[in-house]
């Protein structure tokens, strides 16, 4: 059993950055892809970034392409998201998850693990 902790969001304003972080405990030497989700009110639940630990290729949903950057510290078992130039669109809850499979995926069902979210808010 894999759990997440997710730390970092919180209120910043447009043009502003956040730091977020996620430290995976328990069975992790299985888990392959790591990513970050969010989930705006009333919107799906959409894919922000991926990327596979073994070799650290990523993936990134096009409206963040350029302002946000995912990494990972094996040695940690953390993944980090860094969101620039933060824009009001972008406040959502952002989910860490993680996923057995090799292949990175920007399917949440494909996901096996999850953290319990934090909230990240941008006030224009």
């Known amino acids: 059993q894999v759990q997440l902790v997710e730390s970092g969001g919180g209120l910043v304003q447009t043009g502003g950055s956040l730091r977020l972080s996620c430290a995976a405990y328990g069975g992790t030497a299985s888990t392959i892809g790591m990513g970050w989700f969010r989930q705006a009110s009333g919107q799906d639940l959409e894919l922000v970034a991926a990327i596979r630990r073994t070799d650290g290729i990523t993936t990134y949903a096009d409206s963040v392409k350029g302002g946000f950057t995912i990494s990972r510290d094996n040695a940690k078992n953390t993944v980090y998201l860094e969101c620039n130039n933060l824009r009001p669109e972008d406040t959502a809850v952002y989910y860490c998850?993680?996923?057995?499979?090799?292949?990175?995926?920007?399917?949440?069902?494909?996901?096996?693990?999850w953290g319990q979210g934090t909230q990240v808010t941008v006030s224009s």
């Open positions: 998850a993680v996923r057995v499979g090799f292949l990175l995926s920007s399917k949440s069902d494909t996901y096996d693990y």
